[in-house]
């Protein structure tokens, strides 16, 4: 399908993150060009006009932002499937993508990555408190709300492993490098977030390290 | 393959709108239920538990969401494909399906149609002066975009039509009904959207009236 497959990605960035795990779950070689998309780097606009990450390029074929990138997986490389196989299984799957990409991105992460990331790579100072105190408060809602699935089915969005939880554990597991997730008060997500830990598709996210940013201690433990 | 399909959406919701465009591009009838989503109507929240809109019932099925209504829609009715036939193509349509449902809603739609829409439904006051200035120089800056892509393509994503022209003109007439597009200022973008507004399948979203908003006075005219 192709000769060449280069991942233009920052470890940090839940969007990119899910891109790295399917890749890794569907047994893809790539070479990974990390990127300070905050600097907007020419190489990377001129592949992408928002600027953002994840941008896969694959032969001839440039491919922006995570869910184009996800989609042209699926559909090109479809053993294992990553979006079920029932419309009804692609259907809450996709779903939960929307969940996690919009509303846990902007409820959760909007707050807890922009105070305690953003503010650090950019330079503009110390986190707030009331902004950490509202993302801390909306996160506990979400763990509450994948508690709840978690302890009807065995993946978030059914009976098979999925995008869905792909991106709930990325966009988890970034918090989860400045030591924000209380995992004790949520065992059934936090058993389930060992099950992800500890695939092979999980452990260069647990490898990463970004200069000035350390994670917590428990971050690449898989008995945490 | 269904017996119903019922559509719940909010009229000026552009998520809503880019749905109805497939469908009526597809030929695809439907029950139409319109909600008021910001009363969290439990009908709705029972379907979809973000409490947003569009969600489509369609026999057994129930698909929340935009982007997974669409790509069912596409996965099961393929004819008139409306995410291009070729890899490339659907990178580009799905890049900008990217761009317009976040960067623009966010940019835009979070500005304008807050302080214009979201106020007066909610009841929220006034709309802010800067807030409306801001979301409008964010808008030329769309355009400008708009306009270069146009000025190299017959439709955003290439030479066919695609849900790229649909969700950018899903956002744009919401905006439009609102009297916010400097047309005049953009011809190609303003050439392309009355080829757009032309089709059936806008016809129904020219007919949109919610009460206590009334649309500027060009809204349905397919030569404003």
Not at 30 to 55: D, H, I, K, M
Not at 151 to 179: C, E, K, P, T
């Amino acid at each position: 399908m192709s000769d060449t497959r280069t991942l233009f990605h920052f470890p940090l960035d839940p969007a990119s993150r899910q891109v790295r795990l399917a890749l890794g779950e569907k047994r893809l070689a790539f070479t990974e060009q990390a990127v300070r998309y905050w600097e907007r780097p020419a190489e990377l606009v001129a592949l992408n006009p928002s600027g953002l990450t994840p941008v896969m390029v694959e032969g001839d074929l440039v491919l922006c932002e995570s869910r184009a990138i996800l989609d042209h997986l699926e559909e090109t490389y479809p053993e294992p499937p990553l979006l079920g196989r029932e419309a009804s299984e692609r259907a809450e799957a996709r779903r939960l993508l929307q969940w996690f990409d919009r509303k846990f991105d902007y409820e959760v992460g909007g707050f807890l990555l922009h105070e305690k990331m953003e503010k650090r790579l950019l330079g503009l100072g110390a986190p707030d408190l009331a902004s950490l105190r509202q993302g801390r408060e909306a996160l506990r809602s979400h763990l509450v709300y994948i508690e709840s699935l978690i302890g009807q089915r065995d993946w978030l969005a059914g009976q098979r492993l999925s995008m869905a939880d792909f991106a709930a554990a990325a966009h988890l597991s970034v918090i989860d490098y400045f030591g924000d997730v209380p995992w004790n008060d949520f065992t059934g997500v936090k058993t389930w977030y060992m099950k992800l830990k500890s695939r092979p598709a999980f452990r260069p996210l647990l490898a990463d390290r970004w200069p000035g940013l350390a994670p917590a201690p428990h971050y690449d433990d898989l008995d945490f």
